[in-house]
């Protein structure tokens, strides 16, 4: 296998661990970041991975926007989602006219903010189930089973997508070129928008959502108000898969803080906008009362406003 060319456009949780990985299994990683801390740690130690594979450090360059210059095969995004427009907008530079974009963020709209920067047929989105967490500067962990789904925005076939996939599956991250990609966004889409702005608004753990009725039937219906915008829009989401899904998550991932709940907490701006409030906008349109996902939209707003 021939080595890719790689650039992450933040280098936070999930990009240590994609852009990391990807470099330990030989391909051309350079990381680009804004965060000083980040960027001091990752040049002076490496970055240390801990996984189901142990612990290890391995030495990957990382750069502000301004400062790198290499136009990569494949830009892929992993910053939070409001600052996906703004990051590509400082590092427009470095999509040369073979550049390809993936983002594999949480969310809807994501196709839609890289179409900006690169035609559609240069773009690819996608879902991961890989959980990341970065514990300290420079310092990343996961764990456990995960899948990744990649698609071209435009439902094309490409070469360079089939590629990056085999490369990531070698590297550790499972992951297929699936024609139903857009299903599993969605399915997230609607897992993310009921726990994520519950735990948020309730500051509670999943674990603590899961542990009261009340909590559990709210996370339900919440989810069945995206499931039915997808359905709107035409897509075969599997209800039954989303809410196995989520008691799944309710029964065994206790501790876990979601990272809106985590972003409240430390007073950063969430991802609200394209998790509850993509699904408000879009049941507008489609003339959907969509009652708890509204609320929970407003209360998560109103926190970031308060913080
Ligand atoms: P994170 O906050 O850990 O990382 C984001 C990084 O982007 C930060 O290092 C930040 O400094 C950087 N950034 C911000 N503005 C930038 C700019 N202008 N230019 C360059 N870098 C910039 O977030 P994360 O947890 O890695 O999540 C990234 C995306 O992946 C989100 O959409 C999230 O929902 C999604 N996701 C996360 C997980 C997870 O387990 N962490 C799992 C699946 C999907």
Redesign the pocket.
Same mark, same amino acid.
């Given at each position: 296998m021939s080595p890719i060319r790689i650039s992450i456009?933040?280098?936070? /949780?999930?990009?240590s661990l994609f852009g990391g990985l990807m470099a330990e299994a030989g391909h051309a990683v350079e990381l680009?970041? $804004? &965060?000083p801390a980040?960027i001091a740690a990752v040049r002076e130690h490496g970055l240390l991975i801990r996984n189901d594979a142990g612990k290890r450090r391995v030495a990957i360059p990382i750069k502000r926007?301004e400062e790198a210059t290499r136009q990569p095969d494949w830009l892929i995004v992993? !910053?939070?989602?409001m600052?996906t427009q703004?990051?590509l907008a /400082?590092?427009r530079h470095l999509i040369g006219p073979q550049t390809r974009l993936l983002s594999?963020? &949480?969310?809807l709209g994501n196709a839609e903010k890289l179409m900006a920067f690169a035609d559609a047929s240069r773009i690819a989105i996608g879902m !991961? !189930? $890989?959980? /990341?967490?970065?514990v300290a500067p420079g310092e990343v962990h996961s764990h456990g089973e995960s899948k990744t789904r990649v698609v071209m925005a435009d439902g094309s076939e490409n070469a360079a997508l089939a590629a990056l996939a085999a490369a990531l599956d070698a590297a550790g991250l499972p992951c297929t070129v699936d024609p139903d990609a857009v299903v599993a966004i969605w399915e997230k889409v609607a897992f993310n928008v009921a726990l994520n702005s519950l735990c948020a608004v309730t500051q509670r753990t999943v674990g603590g959502l899961g542990a009261a009725a009340e909590g559990r039937r709210l996370a339900h219906a919440v989810a069945s108000e995206t499931l039915a915008v997808a359905q709107a829009e035409g897509l075969a989401v599997l209800a039954e898969r989303t809410h196995a899904t989520i008691d799944h998550a309710l029964d065994h991932h206790g501790g876990h803080k979601p990272?809106m709940l985590q972003d409240l907490l430390a007073k950063r701006p969430t991802?609200i906008e394209t998790l509850n409030g993509a699904i408000v906008r879009a049941a507008e349109r489609h003339g959907i009362a969509v009652p708890r996902t509204e609320t929970l939209y407003a209360l998560v707003k109103l926190a970031e406003h308060a913080a």
């Open positions: 456009l933040g280098a936070g /949780a999930m990009g680009i970041d $804004v &965060n980040q926007p992993f !910053t939070k989602a600052h703004g990051a /400082a590092a594999l963020q &949480n969310g !991961t !189930t $890989v959980p /990341a967490d970065l990272s991802e």
